[in-house]
């Protein structure tokens, strides 16, 4: 008996790449229901060979439902979580509404996947930040080893993480470019096209935006609060595939060649450090695939026990689509729920 999982937020980039991840895992479903709001009903999505007519969440009884897969943005999750959980129904959210809730476990399966535990308090499991996502994968197997004190990271992040029409945006810039049209921001700050824009989400009284906060707050809760991080992220023109350049001070010695060895044999992890012309992974060649790629990896010899990595991965997939179905792979694995139809 498969179980029945929802996904909301269906039409939009995250929602899409969900139906696409749940196919090709062969995910345990006997149904799988696309949801968004009341503009998009109607509209077909695929799902592997079929397609799925898109229903209005509004209208949706989650009582028979066993997982629902919410990417459908913060003000969405905040009100519909706590209900769709009453119901009985377990919410994987990639949205930031409940990932800094102490009741909502954040999780990473490759990270903390044992902390999963806690999501019987309100049926909510947070799944963090895209950045975060592949920076904790990468940082998990080191601190293990030696024990990280301090992190200082660089996020080169696409476009595609501030959704269609941020995409939409830079294709349209682009072309007017060599086109010779006029440039109008919208949904960027600054143009996009052949610029880089050190500036993602709200600026707080700090000076820090939320971005980089959440990159700080979701390392913290999901690795060791004990850790410290500071962050500069920065919009770059690539439609898919986030970068970042890393800088760790451990408390405990590490070479570059352990580094290497034991990032090679950690989960969700793919060593690509030839040191050579191409011998490096970029974002355009992160597309599609769900490793979390790491790079250039070196010791840094102005500081004790240091060492720098690029760590690359696919935003839409191991930053949202695929960390949340591989939370739902670890809720069924572990035996943590079972079909409601076969309790029926």
Sequence with gaps: ???????????????????????????PADEVVALASRRSQGTE?????????VQTMENYDFSDTDICLM???GTIAKEWAPKIGAKGCVVIDNSSAWRYDSDVPLIVPEVNADAITGFSKRNIIANPNCSTAQLVVALKPLHDFAKIKRVVVSTYQSVSGGGKDA???????????FVNDPIEPNKFTKRIAFNVIPHIDVFMEDGYTKEEWK???????????????????????????HAESVNIEFENEISADEARNILREAPGCLVIDKQEDGGYM?????????????????EDATVENGLNLWVVADNLRKGAALNTVQIAEVL???GLITPKKAAA
């Design 332 to 334: 069924i694995n572990r």
């Design 71 to 73: 990417s459908a943005g």
């Design 45 to 53: 999505v695929s799902f592997g060979d079929r397609t799925l007519k």
């Design 282 to 298: 970029t974002p355009y060649e992160s597309a599609g695939e769900d490793a979390t790629y790491i790079s250039r990896i070196r």
């Design 215 to 241: 990159v700080l707050a979701e390392t913290k809760k999901i690795l060791d609060p004990a850790i410290k991080v500071t962050c500069t992220a920065v919009r770059v023109p690539v439609f898919i595939g």
């Design 1 to 27: 008996m498969g179980f029945k999982i929802a996904i909301a937020g269906a039409t939009g980039n995250v929602g899409r790449e969900m139906l696409d991840i749940l196919a090709e895992r062969g995910f």
């Design 167 to 177: 995409m939409e945006e830079l294709f349209n810039q682009t072309r007017a470019v």
